[in-house]
């Protein structure tokens, strides 16, 4: 006789019908098996094959870099006792007693899978124990529900230690960084032994923040990815894992064959160990979108700032003092005091100001990096056509109303890194449309231009917009 089954995954319940005799069959794996969703020959094609040596190899260059501690390059966390601490809050309607005995079943479900939480000092939890197999990516953390039913996060203590330290050599990193030249390269973070025992002593705290199974091997469990907010329905997943090689990532799949698995990384090696810094930033990643629930517990609130704080500090960059420009050649202050047209002095000192009052010296005017000639090789015979034409010997003045000087100036001013990208902009547009007389049109800026032609660039945009289209015309 056929045995009627019944399933709670996500809140919904699946009924299932069992033959006599049959093996028990997922509600997913029979629902996506039956519309094909689930692809059976991913990993049997030769073009699929070689999608998965490709994983496989970027997984190995991951791993790596993985087990390479933010600390020194060598800091590996240490293998402690956890301390339990729930933080889930009771249903509805639930009393205290049911919400022990959820707690003790979540925490003899992971005893099971070495993941031993019990205060015997014989049974010690170990960081490369099946827990610590998945270390997945920050958004493949909010998408795995059912795997942030807990956190494994350093303790207070140690989250306070760890950002003490990392506070203190971040600012001698800074001070050394800072008495640099700019030529000279960032040196790398350096800690002494007795911050580096401070990484190496961490206790860890589990947080149970909901009741969740952990993933057994060749199963499968649904996950909300996106939840509609009027209807409260989702679209839901399948997170599985390889059939045949254990060894194989977490893959997490769509309920549809066109849509590419996630690929979660994971040790491959039992005898791994993770980074401290795996374990902090898997941390993070869990706890983040837990501090943003509602009703969230101050305990979780409180372990998410001082993880934050943490990775603030781990992320530090340290000051690096500011390039010194360089100087301009001595022939162009020369040009400039010799020959700058006097009925344009007005737009020169405008345009070749450094900012805040002080007035542009030749002396300290920035060179575009090569040289005015060799920037002017890179740039396009259709853009600026009147620059790369030749100048005549015998003329002073350039076709756009420019002396050679102010040429070279407005040339360097437009990509001179410590000015304002509004002066360079007004750099450009006195180099693209001249300072008057340029065209032979009734309506040329000679025609109509004010007392101060400063006024006409110093407005807002869109006398500048106003302007430029009134020349091209």
Known sequence: MDELLVRRINGVQHRLVKAAGEPTRHPFRQRASDTGSIPTSRFTSSEKAKEAKARDADLKIHIALDRVSFMSGTSQAPAESAHVLNVRRPRKGESKEVVDEAVKAIEAHLNTYNFHLNPNPEFKFTLDGLHNRILLTTDEHRMWDYYAGFALVPSLGSLGAISGALEVTNAFWNAKCHSLTPAEPTPRRTFDEETLSIFKSVTWTVLLLLPRDFLPLGELRGFAKVRDPFDGKGTFGVVHTHSTDPSYPYLLDEMNEDVLAHTVITCRDENDTVSLFA??????????????????HPVVAGYFDSIHKVMENVFYQPQRPAPVPALAPPDIAMDLAANIDSATPAAASSFLSLGDGVEYSATHAPAPPGGVSEWLDGVSPDFMPELLSPEPPEQSVTADGLTKTELN???????????????????????????GGADDDADSVSDHEPDDITSVYDDDDDNINDTASDRSL
Not at 409 to 435: I, K
């Open 409 to 435: 100036m407005l040339l360097t001013r437009s990509v001179d890194a410590g000015a304002t990208s509004q002066e360079r902009v007004q750099a450009m547009m006195l180099l693209m449309f001249g300072a």
């Open 279 to 296: 374990m902090i930033s898997n941390a993070y990643a869990k706890l983040e979108p837990a501090s943003r629930r509602k009703g969230v």
